[in-house]
């Protein structure tokens, strides 16, 4: 197989199992079907989340047992088992909590593996431009699969019928994973043995006192913006008499256009001060979509502004994180990356959906746009400090 093709068929993969988290902002729709509440969704979510930092924290022993491409088959078939879970429920029960573990060490395994297959087929200074292109395939899945379900409850199906499609679009996604085992392995450009990609407690503790530490702490806070915003969108958009699928899909489009922009993107010499600027945007469209009620136009700004902050930044916040990494402890550092991702993308909806049902959207929407200045604050001060010298 030619390396173009390896290529294609790799991200064609991350595609088609990316669509599955985006079906996570249908839950709410999901659940409302019988009778469960934004609390249970948030429930769910929090086993999700725990099943994959157990997950996370294993991913490198299974990937060294099995290698990274059939690992990443296995955890398409798991997230393959819990849509199909999902589909199947008609209360709230063992068959979802199931699902919500399948889900989580599916994700787990596909997230923090994706990244660190490509560090083997690219060169340093393409890692850039490679974990955007990986990023755009990743947020088509995300974002075009929430816009999926809208038509197909518009043709008169129901959103069960979505999170069915989505798991056979996730055994493919296995099949391709699995015979891409070798073509990988044959088109690496390092051919030294793959370093262990386990996570111990002697390399938790080395991340920790290395410069990645700020990165791997900032993609949680971010995280979690993105959950509080995404998560529940449907609930937002029908309290504000608005089609949610205008959302994501204004928000799937601005990204995927920006991020192929962002493949010819290089860093730069402070690659921070992009992601402060960027992420400031998204804290600015936090704050704008609190006060922009009904507005169809504001709507799709805020749609625009942090698809242009949150989507944009992500890729380059990767990058960097690869970049701090010590060298001997890539893989290590870029699972930590992925763990604490899952504990915002995950465990944050918890804390959304209690907010929600207990207190309202507006002071959920005002705390979410405040964690984002914490984290484009910390961009920023790491920015300053390289600019310094320090």
């Known amino acids: 197989m030619s390396r173009s093709l390896t290529f294609i068929l790799y991200f064609l993969a991350i595609f088609l199992q990316a669509g599955a988290y985006g079906l996570t902002f249908m839950l709410p729709r999901l659940f409302e079907a019988f009778g469960a509440s934004e609390k249970t969704v948030g429930l769910m979510l929090a086993i999700t989340a725990v099943t994959t930092l157990f997950t996370v924290y294993f991913s490198g022993h299974l990937s060294d047992i099995f290698g990274r491409l059939r690992t990443l088959g296995v955890a398409c078939l798991a997230i393959a088992c819990a849509l199909f879970l999902f589909a199947a429920v008609t209360s709230v029960g063992p068959g979802l909590i199931c699902a919500s573990v399948l889900l989580g060490f599916g994700w787990g395994l596909t997230y923090s593996l994706g ?4 560090t083997r087929l690219v060169k340093p200074d393409e890692r850039v431009q490679s974990f955007a292109l990986l990023s755009v395939f990743v947020m088509a899945g995300f974002g075009l699969s929430p816009v999926l379900a809208s038509a197909m409850e518009a043709s008169g199906l129901p959103v069960n019928d979505a999170f069915t499609l989505t798991a056979l679009l996730c055994l493919v996604s296995a099949g391709l994973f699995f015979g891409l085992h070798h073509p990988v392995r044959n088109h690496t450009l390092n051919r030294a043995p793959e370093a262990s990609s386990r996570i111990t407690l002697a390399t ?8 990645a530490l700020v990165p791997v702490v900032m993609v949680c806070i971010g995280a979690s913006v993105f959950a509080g915003m995404n998560n529940f969108q449907t609930v937002f958009a029908d309290n504000r008499g608005l089609d949610y699928a205008t959302f994501f899909l204004v928000y799937t489009v601005t990204v995927i256009i920006f991020r192929l922009v962002l493949v010819r993107y290089k860093g730069g010499s402070n690659p921070y001060f992009t992601i402060a600027i960027l992420q400031y945007l998204m804290c600015v469209s936090v704050a704008l979509f609190i006060f922009s009620d009904g507005s169809f136009i504001l709507y799709i700004t805020v749609a625009v502004l942090f698809g242009l902050g949150y989507g944009v930044s992500y890729p380059i916040l990767v990058a960097v994180t690869a ?7 890539g893989p290590q550092t870029l699972q930590l990356f992925a763990l604490t991702y899952f504990i915002g993308i995950f465990g944050f909806p918890l804390i959304a959906g209690w907010l929600i049902v207990e207190i309202g959207t507006t002071p959920l929407l005002s705390f979410v746009a405040v964690i984002a200045a914490i984290e484009a604050t910390m961009a920023l001060r790491r920015a300053t400090m390289i600019r310094a010298g320090i």
Not at 115 to 118: A, F, G, W
Not at 206 to 211: F, G, K, N, P, Q
Not at 323 to 329: N, P, S, V, Y
Request: charged letters at 25%; zero cysteines.
């Open 115 to 118: 990244p660190i297959v490509l």
């Open 323 to 329: 970049m701090d990494a010590l060298e001997d402890l």
């Open 204 to 211: 938790i503790g080395a991340v920790i006192r290395s410069r």
